[in-house]
């Protein structure tokens, strides 16, 4: 995939001051954002490994739940823009002694923060924090509502394989029920003009999820040989509450991505997975490190995504700024 020059792309410019979703989004700014993280790729890989878009900005990471993937790609993310950051772990923080998660996000500001990446448990959690400061606020994953950066990167992954989006079919397979990524690459997705199949147990699918406009189906071997790309989501047993499936054993039979079933997918299917992975369950060992996998492809994508989030916030800001003096 070849990156559009500086300043040519959309004439539709970057305005928001928040990333709380993709399903705000439109097409044209989901494409900016895809365009910015290319050509922060392409200089990267040009040997540029050090920017300036924010020289001088102070950047906290701010996670109620764990992270291994997303915290430190955004960690990573502003440091390569060059900007300070702090990393924020709720279990040794201040919340034990009562504190409130406004309060904790206001004192955060208040030593200058100028944009904090949210990941909690709670769905709308970065949203009414969007109401109460006045720095810029990115949804790192909240509840079961949305994963906005990681759907901007698998929908980056996949672009920078297959050059569109449209016409694409991807199949999100398992936990659609209780999966924030999966919200995300639906909104994502069917904008850029691909067709969604979700594919789970009925238990595991929510009510009414054919009105966002994908297709439903509840067993992976009919739908296999029509996907372009396949995308493994984790079993979320944290946030299930009662039993969804007879068994793991079980689920990993109808629905684990295996060597069997790649002999029935298309020869050149992308195999993606958000991670972390359960090898065994939503994908075997030989599917996870095998030539059809991007998994790893989209962790590296994910800081790209991510230096593009931080970048155009801080520019929409600071227009705003300019604007109002
Ligand atoms: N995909 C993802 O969000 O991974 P982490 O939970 O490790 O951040």
Excluded at 108 to 135: D, F, N
Excluded at 143 to 166: A, C, N, V, W, Y
Excluded at 174 to 183: E, F
Excluded at 290 to 304: A, C, H, P
Aim: charged share 25%.
């Amino acid at each position: 995939m070849t990156a559009p020059p500086p300043n040519s792309a959309s004439p539709k410019r970057w305005t928001r001051r928040h990333l709380l979703g993709l399903q705000d989004l439109s097409a044209d700014e989901i494409t900016i954002i895809l365009d910015e993280a290319a050509r922060y790729k392409e200089q990267w890989n040009a040997g540029e490994t050090k920017f300036d878009d924010l020289r001088g900005i102070a950047v906290a990471n701010l996670f109620f739940e764990p992270s291994t993937r997303t915290k430190t790609s955004f960690s990573l993310a502003a440091k390569r823009l060059s900007a300070d950051t702090v990393d924020f772990t709720a279990s040794t923080s201040s919340l034990s002694k009562g504190e409130t998660f406004i309060d904790t996000a206001l004192n955060i500001q208040a030593m200058g923060v100028h944009q904090m990446v949210v990941r909690h448990s709670t769905s709308g959690a970065p949203e009414q924090l969007a109401r109460e400061v006045q720095c810029s606020i990115i949804n790192a994953g909240d509840g079961t509502h949305e994963h906005p950066t990681q759907g901007l990167l698998d929908i980056f992954t996949i672009r920078s394989k297959r050059q569109s989006l449209q016409g694409l079919t991807v199949a999100l397979v398992g936990d659609i029920k209780h999966s924030r990524v999966a919200r995300s690459n639906i909104w994502g997705l069917t904008k850029l003009g691909a067709k969604v199949i979700v594919c789970g147990p009925p238990t595991l699918m929510p009510v009414g999820i054919e009105d966002l406009g994908v297709e439903v189906a509840h067993r992976l071997d009919d739908v296999l040989e029509r996907c372009d790309c396949i995308n493994l989501l984790r079993v979320q047993f944290e946030r299930q509450r009662g039993a969804y499936f007879p068994s793991v054993r079980e689920y990993a039979h109808l629905y684990g991505m295996n060597g069997v079933r790649m002999k029935k997918a298309r020869p050149d299917v992308l195999i993606l997975a958000p991670g972390p992975i359960n090898r065994g369950v939503e994908i075997t060992p030989d599917v996870a490190d095998g030539k059809n996998s991007v998994i790893l492809d989209q962790v590296t994508n994910g800081l790209f995504i991510r230096m593009a989030c931080l970048a155009l916030l801080r520019r929409a800001t600071e227009v705003v700024r300019e604007e109002t003096r």
